[in-house]
């Protein structure tokens, strides 16, 4: 089954304490980005990454970090995550990004930060 | 910069009838993309319709249309006959054509249908 995978679905963590939100697709698509949605102010970009070894940075960057060693892995990593990093994160994917721009969603990671 | 704006928080529909989600956008640029996305309580995001700014012709999909005016910059969505099935989040979003092709969310409607 084609799909977005991220994990873990949801995190409570304290403030200060590194962590790490998985994402994975199985469709060989090109195109991978990180969205925090929070309420009242839609979808944000994070981060996103064109290719593989390729990322660049979206609306809100700041407190997180991506790598894109594979195609198919996208990692995002908050070094010292504050409470303001509270939010629910979506990874997305796209084959036809340039073209179409439709993107595949994760099911989202709800991240909490005491 | 381009932004979107979805000006209805809420909306209620009674089931079997139509309801209109209105979105409208600013941009300057000439060729872009628009979409409408779902989001129902499982929280995964769904393309529901895209339409393409060169595109005179209203997209539908199904019980799902769009009204398209590239003058006003509006974008609105027409959901007719309701199902419970359609109670969602639903968020408007453009894509620019520019370098990064970014994409731009309204902060989303809530629909709500009544049985």
């Known amino acids: 089954e084609a799909q977005v995978t991220q994990n873990p679905r949801y995190l409570i963590t304290v403030t200060g304490k590194k962590l790490t939100v998985t994402c994975s697709q199985n469709?060989?698509?090109?195109?991978m980005s990180w969205y925090r949605q929070d309420p009242g102010l839609g979808l944000r970009q994070i981060y996103y990454?064109?290719?593989?070894?390729?990322?660049d940075k979206g609306d809100v960057p700041e407190g997180y970090k991506v790598s894109r060693k594979e195609k198919r892995n996208f990692p995002l990593i908050l070094e010292s995550p504050s409470p303001n990093q509270t939010s629910l994160y979506f990874c997305?994917?796209?084959?036809?990004?340039?073209?179409?721009?439709?993107?595949?969603f994760g099911e989202g990671s709800r991240l909490t930060v005491l | 910069a381009q932004t979107v704006t979805q000006s209805q928080p809420e909306m209620s529909v009674q089931e079997a009838e139509t309801v209109t989600l209105s979105c409208t956008y600013d941009?300057?640029?000439?060729?872009?993309?628009l979409f409408w996305y779902k989001q129902p309580p499982s929280r995964q995001m769904i393309l529901v319709i895209r339409?393409?700014?060169?595109k005179q012709q209203n997209a539908t999909e199904n019980r799902f249309s769009v009204n398209f005016q590239k003058a006003a910059k509006s974008f609105s969505l027409k959901i007719s006959d309701s199902q419970l099935g359609d109670a969602a989040m639903y968020f408007c979003?453009?894509?620019?054509?520019?370098?990064?092709?970014?994409?731009?969310w309204g902060a989303g409607t809530k629909l709500i249908i009544k049985p």
């Open positions: 997305a994917s796209s084959w036809s990004w340039q073209v179409t721009g439709e993107l595949f």
């Open positions: 990454s064109m290719n593989v070894e390729v990322t």
């Open positions: 979003a453009y894509r620019s054509m520019d370098s990064n092709y970014q994409l731009i």
């Open positions: 941009t300057s640029e000439s060729d872009y993309y």
């Open positions: 469709m060989n698509h090109e195109y």
């Open positions: 339409q393409e700014a060169y």
